[in-house]
Structures are given as C-alpha cells and as structure tokens.
C-alpha cells in the first residue's frame, strides 16, 4: 500500500525541473547580443572622448586600456559568484543596459556642466566593462549544462567574437552616421535589457526574488525606450548648455556634428564643437587667408585656376569671387553635408554671397589627400588655398604632412602660389612653426603672417610658392574688401617673439609631430591662463 503512495512525489519533482527552458541556440544569440553591445559601448566611448578630448588616438588608447583592464576585472570576480548565476546575470544586463545605454546622454550632459568630463568617462569605462567582464564567464557557466567544458568555451567564445566583428562593422557604416552617438548607446541600452527580460522569462524557475528581477527589466527597458524617443532633446538640451547662443541648427553627419548658433547678427558654425566661424568677424579670417596669395599669384590670360581644400562653407570662396579674373575653382570638401547644407540654407548661402551657386565652382566631396593623388595627372593649379581645421587629431594631421605639401606642390604650376591656414602663432606656437617648417621641407619657399581675429585671437597663415618670393606690398586693386588694407600688410608678416617656435621638427605620416605640438601648446595656453 505504501508504493503506490509513494510513487506519484518522484514524478511530480521531475515534472517541474525538466519544464521547457530556451535552447543553446537562443543562449548562443544572446551572446552575440551581450557582447555586440558590449563593443558599442566601448566604441561610443572612445568616439565621445575624441570629439570631447581630442587627439584621437590617445583617446582611444586610453578607452581601450580602461576598459579591457575592467573586463579583465569582471572575469576575475566571477569566480566569486556561486548561486543564482541566472538572476545575477539578469542583474548585471540591467547594470549594462543602463549605465552603457546612457553613457552617452551622460558624457553630453557632463562636457556642459562639468568642469572635467574625463572622471566621468573612465568611471563608466570602468562600471560597464567590469559588467560586461563578468557576463560571459556566467554565460559560459549557464550554458554548460554537463556538456564538454571545450564545447562550450568555443561556441560561446566563437559567438563573443563574431559580435564584436558585428558591432566594428555596424557602428561606423550604420550605427554613427543614422543614428548618432546618443540613440546608439540608448539602442543597446535596450538590447541589453531585452536580454534580462527574456532571461526572467525564459529561466524563471532558477531565478531567486522573480518578481523584484523581472519589475525591474521591464521599468529599465520602459526608461531606455523613454530615453530613444526622447533622445533628440537630450541633444539639444546637452547643446543648449554648452553653446552661448540658441542653437538653430544641429546634425550629426557621417563624419561630423554640425551646430549652427544664432544671436541677433552673430551666426556661429561648431564642428564636433569647436567654434569654425563667427559671421561677425569671419571676413577678417577669409580675407586675410585668401587677398594676400591672390596678390602674389600669376596673372592668366583666360583667368587663374583656384583649387581649394576644404572651406566648405563657401566663404573662402565668397572672397576668391571678389577678383574678376578667376575662371575656375574646384573645391574639395569631405562632407556633402556641409556644402549642400551653404549651398542651400538662406541665411548661410546670404553669408557666402552663394558662391557655392557659382557656376565656376565644381565641388568635390572627397578626403584632400584621396583626392590630390587620385587627380595627379591632371593639369595644375595657379593658385591653392588650404582651409581645413586644426591639426587637433591624426587624421586631419595627415593634411600638413611633409608628404601632403608635397602633393600640393606636385599641383601648382610653376609659378603658382598656396596659402594656408595654419591655427594660432600665440596659443599653438609650436604648432604654427611646424607647420611652416614642415612646407619648407615639401621643397617651397614660405613666408609665414598672422592677423587678428577676436573670435579666435591671433591667427597664423603661410603663403609659400615653388619660387623664392618676398611677401606681397600690394593687394590686387579694384578688389572690394571689408578689413584689409595695403597699410597693413607688412606688419602681418611681423612676430613678435612670444610668437616664435624654433625648435621644433617636421610633421610626417610615421609620427605626426604636430599634433602632439598642438595639443601641448594649447594646454600650456590653458594653464597659463
């Protein structure tokens, strides 16, 4: 009689332990999940940090030495958790989903208000890779389930990777230039969450306090959704803050983030948030980069041939028009956006006279350096005016190599002349010499000048021709002009000594000198300050 009482218990335990539980395939896909944003996280970091801070490659360095260091941390501390692998895992996605999802919004927010945004940025470096380094020793525990030990470690490692190679993949071609940083880091916020919700669900009998866990995955994806739609005001929150000025315009391009303030008559371009032009005093800069090197230029029958390099913004090309005798320019400009955006705003397209609509202007929205060697065949140039930004990361540093000068000179005529823009002689001096011995050292001869500019401070130039020249005393006549004056010009090729940089060496591809000039310079500036 007991047997038959007794028989019912065992069935009913084992009834509830072998209840349907997701597959490996599906524990597999949540690897490729976990560690896809894993990586986007580690890569928005890294970008925000180099629009932020700058000099990209130690920006990157330093994001992805903290954050392999706190992975390698997280694997570490695994070894420490023994029981409810399945909720701590539901635990530490919620932890990734939100300190990773809005990592972003935050880096944003904290270069506006704070007065340093670096702690910020490696104290979330340092939070989510420790998560992230202890989710996949879990995984690996979870998914082992009396199987091989070498089985598992290869598919789950196997999937681990080909995650990363997802989100390497992704996020330059798709990711940043649809998406921008901000949704990116709140789109895997949500991944990540969708995980733990699906972990809570999927795994519920080995979860301990189910119900905390599983309010708390959907409350963390309901904030992060909230945080997607809401992220355009995010951005311009965070840019509100940061500009003076009530920002009008605002978009994150394939390449760039463009901002456009406007204050009464003070219309204001920032790049990735440095300032580019001030409509108040921009005619200062352009005349000074532009009047001085048409001066010198040979004089053409059918007209000079102008290229110019970068200058996407037309204004550059609003003074080149000023002088009749121009038949062509051909203008290089990475960004599309950038020359469709002056070519068809009303109020940008009234600071350029629509020069951008000049029949004689041809643009081409290609990398300089691409470009110069793509068209080495092509016949030369009487006049090239480089307009680009600052030398402030390795890839725009390649753009005043040795070897780039070269290219140039490879493209003017025999007696054509270059101008170029060449950042501050006060606040960067180093940088500005190295730029001019640099040319130098392309083969051409320079003659270095600087003007005033209050938007900016003192602003440096090189003219530089194949030939030896003196500076011009004389600007071509008949050309009307809002700053620059015959009576001026032998003082713009004047230093005074707290301008001047000896010592300095040659920028090449293989070390990028200039770069660590400019970065230094300027933050013996700040201090000095």
Same mark, same amino acid.
């Given at each position: 009689? &007991? ?240 500009? &003076? ?24 371009? $920032? ?13 200062? $800069? ?216 000896? &010592? ?26």
């Amino acid at each position: 009689m &007991d047997a038959p009482d007794q028989s019912p218990a065992p069935e009913r335990a084992p009834a509830r332990e072998v209840q349907p539980e997701p597959s490996d395939r599906l524990l597999l896909a949540s690897v490729f999940a976990v560690a896809t944003a894993g990586l986007v996280y580690e890569l928005v970091s890294a970008t925000m940090a180099s629009y932020l801070l700058g000099d990209s490659v130690t920006q990157w360095s330093l994001v992805i030495g903290v954050y392999l260091s706190a992975m390698g941390l997280g694997s570490w501390l695994s070894k420490s958790i023994e029981r409810d692998l399945h909720g701590r895992f539901v635990t530490l996605q919620l932890g990734v989903a939100l300190i990773g999802g809005f990592s972003a919004p935050l880096l944003f927010l904290g270069f506006a208000k704070l007065a340093s945004v670096r702690p910020l940025l490696f104290g979330i470096l340092a939070v989510v890779g420790t998560f992230v380094g202890l989710e996949i020793p879990l995984l690996l525990r979870i998914l082992q389930r009396d199987k091989p030990v070498k089985d598992v470690v290869a598919r789950v490692l196997a999937f681990d990777y080909i995650g990363a190679l997802a989100a390497s993949v992704a996020f330059p071609l798709l990711l940043l230039p649809h998406l921008g940083l901000v949704r990116t880091s709140l789109l895997f916020g949500l991944v990540n969450a969708t995980v733990a919700l699906w972990f809570v669900h999927g795994f519920a009998a080995h979860i301990i306090a189910l119900p905390r866990r599983k309010a708390a995955a959907w409350a963390s994806a309901a904030v992060l959704a909230s945080g997607f739609v809401g992220a355009g005001w995010i951005e311009r929150f965070g840019e509100a803050e940061l500009y &003076d000025a009530p920002v009008v315009f605002s978009e994150r391009t394939p390449y760039q983030r463009l901002t456009i303030t406007r204050w009464h008559d003070d219309v204001r371009l $920032y790049i990735d948030g440095n300032l580019q032009f001030s409509s108040l005093d921009e005619h200062r $800069y352009h005349e000074a980069l532009v009047h001085p090197v048409l001066a010198i230029a040979p004089r053409r029958p059918d007209g000079a041939r102008v290229l110019v390099l970068g200058g996407g913004d037309g204004l550059a090309l609003r003074e080149i028009f000023a002088h009749p005798e121009i038949a062509s320019v051909d203008l290089v400009d990475l960004d599309a956006r950038v020359t469709d955006l002056f070519a068809q705003h009303p109020v940008l397209r009234g600071l350029n006279n629509e020069a951008l609509a000049d029949p004689r202007v041809t643009v081409h929205n290609a990398d300089a350096m691409e470009w110069l060697v793509r068209t080495r065949g092509d016949p030369p140039f009487d006049v090239v005016i480089v307009d680009l930004p600052d030398p402030n990361n390795f890839s725009l540093g390649k753009l005043y190599t040795r070897a780039f000068y070269r290219l140039l000179a490879s493209r003017l005529t025999a007696d054509g002349a270059l101008a170029i823009q060449a950042t501050s002689p006060y606040l960067a001096p180093r940088a500005f010499w190295c730029i001019a011995k640099t040319i130098e050292a392309a083969g051409l001869y320079t003659a270095p000048y600087h003007v005033w500019v209050p938007s900016f401070g003192d602003w440096g130039y090189v003219l530089a021709r194949a030939q030896s020249f003196t500076p011009p005393a004389r600007l071509v006549p008949g050309v009307q002009r809002r700053f620059l004056t015959e009576e001026m010009l032998p003082a713009l090729f004047a230093f005074p000594l707290d301008e001047r940089a000896d &010592d300095v060496g040659i920028n090449q591809l293989n070390d990028q000198l200039l770069v660590h000039y400019y970065e230094g310079d300027l933050s013996a500036g700040i201090r000095r300050g």
